[in-house]
């Protein structure tokens, strides 16, 4: 049955792998299901939102399970979705603050009533129409045909800038690098590498790499459950070393002490999802102040989905003749995702870049996704155990590292000899990482590389697509960025 609705034998892989590539992919991206309503209630800025975190919580993993279902059984790719990282802190503090003040400036002007509306559900508005002409979009194949147009250079460079970014993240998630403020905001190595926290990364990494090497199938869950046992240890054992241990600055301030705790259970009821549920204000999101909003939450989800998906694309090898097969069905499943957790009370649905570490240990068909989908559904259920591994970075961080250093692979094949498309190229290659956003990545390489290859007498060569999205963008960022920066 699998096989007939997967075709698994024609790709090359198993029920067993996939299942091992769903669960992989799974733990990798655990993390959003705290996060998430951890962004978006304010607690993790501690600027209240007044939005219920347990209904965010339910309604992250149905939006989550919903548009990762559709890509695994309409689209039958490897590729998990979920609210985004990036478009959620943008819905909780700008989005956000331009609502509440909307609201002030309306209420103080006698347009509307104090407490008719709150400003988080004016953002579901917002999402929930960016989401409506994302669903236009894809069912009018514009996204189709925006990927189709895009050179098999700069392919190659989303997939490495990509697996650069999810690296960085890896690291920085880990504590390995950190921000360093003083004497001028820069990035740092941790030099507390007696950290509990980088004993536990280091370990995970250390496994991983070692049976990537010697090619041993699972090796980055594999990784994952040896560090998880080992934080287990440390954070059982430490605390016989004694006082002089335990107040070291090392050990007092890791993440292992403050942040990881044991599962009190194996199993909890959902959390409510009526404090959300469709509490969207659609009126509110079509005031002219929130206007230039839906756009900008479009063109986030445009390019955000469109870099992930053509990277683990890419890597997986499903490109062929420089198109994705069903990239069609593929594009719709963040589409519906969207509207759908706008309605139930999230943010922004994307493709997931973690998705790629499910990819390496072998999943080529949309049984990963299924498998994730319906990992999302139990964690419903199963919340203690989830949040116990996604709540502690340096466990499932080494699997980041790893992956990017597998898809940074892919720019070996760029046509480094052609400046014409080797610069766009490498402009996404490290402005992904650099601006720390594959939307804006993308956007500084979609603008250069139709300007290149027109000056330097290769414009035949770019697709007429290329050339008004380069318009697009450039109005984009002049007419609406600009002004609110």
């Not at 909780?92 to 407490?115: E, R």
């Not at 993440?255 to 409510?272: D, I, R, T």
């Not at 999802?273 to 206007?291: H, K, N, Q, S, V």
Request: hydrophobic share 55%; charged share 10%; aromatic share 10%.
């Amino acid at each position: 049955m699998f096989d007939r609705i997967f075709r698994l034998r024609e790709n090359g892989t198993t029920v067993r792998t996939e299942l091992l590539a769903g669960l992989t992919t799974f733990l990798t991206m655990a993390y959003i299901i705290f996060v998430q309503p951890a962004v978006l209630t304010g607690d993790i800025t501690n600027m209240p939102t007044g939005m219920d975190f347990g209904a965010v919580l339910t309604a992250t993993c149905l939006a989550a399970a919903l548009a990762t279902l559709i890509m695994g059984l309409y689209a039958r790719y490897p590729i998990a979705q979920a609210p985004g990282m990036g478009e959620n802190f943008f819905f909780a503090l700008t989005l956000f603050a331009a609502a509440k003040t909307m609201i002030g400036q309306q209420v103080a002007s006698g347009q509307i009533a104090a407490g008719s509306t709150e400003p988080w559900k004016i953002g579901l508005g917002v999402v929930f129409l960016s989401g409506v002409l994302f669903f236009i979009l894809s069912m009018l194949g514009v996204r189709e045909k925006l990927m189709e147009a895009i050179s098999p250079s700069m392919r190659h460079g989303i997939a490495g800038g990509t697996g650069l970014f999810i690296a960085f993240i890896g690291l920085q998630l880990s504590s390995l690098v950190q921000i360093v403020k003083e004497p001028v905001a820069t990035l740092a190595m941790n030099p507390r590498f007696a950290s509990p926290d980088l004993i536990v990364f280091f370990f995970g990494l250390l496994v991983m790499s070692v049976l990537q090497a010697r090619r041993v199938r699972g090796a980055i869950l594999w990784g994952i459950l040896a560090g998880g046992l080992l934080a287990v240890a440390l954070k059982l054992g430490l605390p016989l070393f004694g006082d002089g241990v335990m107040k070291s600055k090392c050990v007092a301030e890791s993440m292992l002490v403050n942040k990881f705790q044991f599962a009190e259970g194996f199993v909890s009821l959902p959390p409510s999802l009526a404090p959300t549920f469709l509490e969207m204000d659609l009126r509110g999101a079509l005031r002219p102040p929130m206007i230039p909003f839906i756009f900008i939450f479009l063109f986030m989800v445009l390019f955000d989905t469109l870099g992930t998906l053509i990277g683990v694309a890419e890597r997986a090898g499903f490109i062929k003749d420089d198109k994705l097969p069903r990239a069609h069905r593929a594009l719709m499943s963040d589409a519906v995702g969207t509207v759908a957790g706008a309605a139930l009370g999230t943010s922004t649905v994307v493709s997931f870049i973690e998705s790629a570490s499910g990819v390496e240990q072998g999943g080529r068909t949309g049984l990963t996704a299924v498998t994730v989908a319906v990992l999302f559904l139990l964690s419903l259920f199963f919340s203690p155990i989830i949040q116990m591994i996604g709540s502690y970075p340096p466990i499932t961080t080494p699997a980041l590292v790893v992956v990017g250093a597998m898809m940074i692979g892919n720019v070996r094949h760029i046509e480094w000899d052609n400046f014409a498309e080797s610069i766009p190229a490498f402009l996404i290659l490290i402005g992904i990482p650099m601006a720390y956003s594959i939307a804006d990545g993308l956007a500084l390489g979609f603008i250069a590389y139709p300007v290149v290859k027109l000056l330097s007498g290769q414009g035949r060569d770019v697709k007429w697509m290329m050339y008004v999205m380069a318009l697009i963008l450039v109005a984009y960022f002049l007419l609406v960025l600009m002004p609110m920066g």
